[in-house]
């Protein structure tokens, strides 16, 4: 119950953080958006993707990458917190050590919903049509926060590996890249067949296709169980990896 109690004040804390840099979340926004708005209205007419419409192929591939984009960033808050001292700050402090990673992943999960919800209305305006009935909308839903929880849990361990603010955010750049090498812009098939086996068999892949799954009915397969393994062994290898971290800087 403790570390319940405070995990809530941290996450409070995190919060009020967030809402006075109203920038970050703008960007955390913009960029997928920005990306949507590319993909679609630039390159979508030059895109075959089979049956049905470019958006409604893309936009699942855009909500990971928005995902991926917004977890990020919790390596540039979690670093920035433990090099500017406020970690020691709390040290001599009655709370639970574990609140302090536990508050910024929640805080994470929280915004990385909020922007995720956002880029879906958007989508909807521009065209996107799921199909999906209110299960499947859940089912798509609970595995984007899956997907979030695990970048989160890596990226807080890549913030307390890395010694500054500027090799945090550099740390995270895989975040990005893989959604680019998966099916998310473009079916696997029509890539070069050198890459075609990085892009089916890396853990964004599945996940997506789940997604896409989910919300236009296209086929699923193995995806989901593949989606969830991955997302639970990332999840897992960040959550001890984070708490090793954690140890051993404040142990410094």
């Keep these: 119950m403790t570390v319940l109690l405070d ?21 955390t926004i913009a960029v997928p958006v920005m990306i949507l708005l590319m993909f679609v209205y630039v390159l ?39 090099t500017e001292g406020i970690v020691d700050r709390f040290r001599t402090m009655a709370v639970a050590r574990s609140a302090f990673l536990n ?33 499947r909308w859940l089912a798509a839903l609970g595995l984007v926060a899956l997907f979030v929880l695990a970048l989160s849990w890596i990226s807080a361990a890549l913030g307390l590996l890395t010694r500054s603010v500027e090799a945090a955010n550099g740390s995270t750049f895989a975040f990005l890249f ?9 079916p696997v098939e029509s890539m070069p067949g050198w890459l075609r086996p990085v892009a089916e068999h ?4 599945p996940v997506i296709e789940t997604v896409r ?12 169980v593949l989606a969830v393994g991955w997302c639970a062994l990332c999840t897992v290898l960040g959550y001890a990896g984070a708490l090793a971290a954690f140890r051993a800087r404040t142990r410094e």
Excluded: K
């Design 7 to 27: 995990t809530r004040t941290m996450l409070d804390r995190n919060l009020r953080h967030s809402l006075r840099s109203p920038d970050a979340l703008i960007m």
């Design 213 to 224: 799954g989910l919300l236009i009915g296209t086929p699923i397969g193995s995806s989901a």
């Design 103 to 135: 508050a910024h992943v929640a805080e994470s999960l929280l915004r990385n919903l909020v922007t995720t919800a956002l880029v879906t209305v958007l989508a909807v305006l521009i065209g996107f049509r799921p199909t999906a009935d209110p299960l």
């Design 202 to 205: 890396q853990p964004v892949t």
């Design 44 to 82: 979508g007419g030059a895109i075959e993707v089979g049956g049905g419409t470019y958006v409604d192929y893309v936009v699942p591939g855009i909500l990971l990458l928005c995902a991926g984009f917004g977890s990020a960033t919790t390596a540039v808050a979690v670093c920035a917190d433990v």
């Design 178 to 186: 893989l959604p680019y090498v998966s099916s998310a812009f473009v």
